[in-house]
């Protein structure tokens, strides 16, 4: 089985649409963290999460928001999707030490219509 | 300043052939540096990592780590056509809350 799954893996949705993406580990990290990648843009953080009660911004954060249910789960939300939030967004998990290897997740591809 | 730069276009290289790619970095207190491959669609998975100045070997890969001057390469020899992919360069952030910052990558494509 994957370390780290999202669901789902493939959405498609309409404009104001609340979406809501989920990631789950099995590799026993304290830290998560929500990116969203675009053709020439790179890899963007979204939100960052190194305990569960610790929860931060990354660089494009409005417009989303998330949350950590438990050190394995760490949630997405698009409160009212737009067009341009579609894109390709990874869940990656890393150890506790700092610049630990990350590991990512599959992907969710979604398109906002 | 970014963060981490990587700043050549795609490479096409012959199979066979070394391909060689580069990364800078602006934050000096930097510790952990890594290499991802990303096939289109898919999640970037690690290749190599690099702590110390110099050369790390891995099968056909090896990084190479100059602090001083603030870069990381990665090379790959012996190219294989499976080897067509977005390479990441990825840098621990001290200041940036040690999270990693990555490059917007480097587009490989290896010719039969």
């Known amino acids: 089985d994957a370390d780290v799954t999202q669901t789902p893996r493939n959405r498609i949705t309409k404009t104001g649409k609340r979406i809501m993406l989920e990631c789950s580990q099995t590799k026993g990290h304290d830290r998560m963290y929500w990116y969203r990648q675009d053709p020439g843009l790179g890899l963007r953080l979204i939100y960052y999460s190194f305990d569960v009660k610790d929860i931060n911004k990354g660089e494009i954060s409005d417009g989303y928001s998330v949350s950590r249910q438990a050190q394995a789960k760490f949630s997405l939300s698009l409160e009212s999707a737009i067009p341009n939030q579609t894109a390709l967004y990874f869940c990656?998990?890393?150890?506790?030490?700092?610049?630990?290897?990350?590991?990512f997740g599959p992907g969710t591809r979604l398109t906002v219509l | 300043q970014k963060e981490v730069e990587q700043n050549s276009g795609p490479l096409s290289v012959p199979e066979g052939a070394i391909a060689s790619l580069n990364c800078t970095y602006s934050?000096?207190?930097?510790?952990?540096f890594f290499w991802y491959r990303q096939y289109s669609g898919k999640s970037p998975e690690l290749i190599m990592f690099i702590y110390s100045n110099g050369d790390k070997e891995d099968g056909r890969f090896t990084a190479q780590l100059n602090k001083a001057s603030q870069y990381v390469s990665l090379l790959i020899r012996d190219s294989q056509p499976s080897d067509s992919a977005t390479y990441l360069c990825a840098v621990n952030a001290p200041r940036g809350n040690n999270r990693l910052a990555f490059g917007k990558g480097n587009q490989v494509v290896v010719i039969p």
């Open positions: 934050d000096r207190g930097s510790q952990s």
């Open positions: 990656a998990t890393s150890g506790s030490g700092g610049g630990d290897t990350q590991y």
